[in-house]
T-cell receptor, first 118, second 113 residues
């Protein structure tokens, strides 16, 4: 079974440009998460989709970030316009649907997209 | 609020040495889950283990073992007879209920031949 995949693996852009990151979750996983790790810091939560709906977007830093998950399959994260502080590694993770009364999901992560804003 | 502290930023050992990675967490919930992930040089985060707050039994998987102690809010990870392939960044994480993962800053483990 294929794991979580992310594209591109690296992206180098200039400040003010737009970048779109893509995540393909494990097949059948309703839950999709975006996280970000800025150099030397913790991996921080950005948002959580359940199928195509945004369950929690409390971690999105500002309105320059837009996440979508049309059709409940893959997701995109767009940064427009990119700023220097957006540089970091963006991770996507997915997990199985929550069972009845259960939230013991294990999140499986992709390899991340390393974004560098110059 | 929940928090995970991995006080060791980097650890260097020589192959075959045992090494313990520390993880201390803070949470007000009585039900929570703890995780360890490994990030090898290739970049992906590899799931290693999940424990719930009601199961304090230590776990062993091959050369890996985990020591969960609620009394000290710790979930430490020991690698026995370390190998070069164990070189990676290791992250400890905490999850409460339906919330998302809270990660520590990670510990970089360097195992030299």
């Amino acid at each position: 079974e294929a794991g979580v995949t992310q594209f591109p693996s690296h992206s180098v852009i200039e400040k003010g440009q737009t970048v779109t990151l893509r995540c393909d979750p494990i097949s059948g996983h309703d839950n999709l998460y975006w996280y970000r790790r800025v150099m030397g810091k913790e991996i921080k939560f950005l948002l959580h989709f359940v199928k195509e709906s945004k369950q929690d977007e409390s971690g999105m830093p500002n309105n320059r970030f837009l996440a979508e998950r049309t059709g409940g399959t893959y997701s995109t994260l767009k940064v427009q316009p990119a700023e220097l502080e957006d540089s970091g590694v963006y991770f996507c993770a997915s997990s199985q649907p929550f069972g009845a009364g259960s939230h013991t999901d294990t999140q499986y992560f992709g390899p991340g997209t390393r974004l560098t804003v110059l | 609020a929940q928090k995970v502290t991995q006080a060791q930023t980097e650890i260097s050992v020589v192959e075959k040495e045992d090494v313990t990675l520390d993880c201390v967490y803070e949470t007000r919930d009585t039900t929570y889950y703890l995780f360890w992930y490994k990030q090898p040089p290739s970049g992906e985060l590899v799931f290693l283990i999940r424990r719930n707050s009601f199961d304090e039994q230590n776990e062993i998987s091959g050369r890996y073992s985990w020591n969960f102690q609620k009394s000290t809010s710790s979930f430490n990870f020991t690698i026995t007879a370390s190998q070069v392939v164990d070189s990676a960044v290791y992250f400890c994480a905490l999850k409460q209920g339906y919330s998302t993962l809270t990660f520590g800053k990670g510990t970089m483990l360097l195992v030299s031949p």
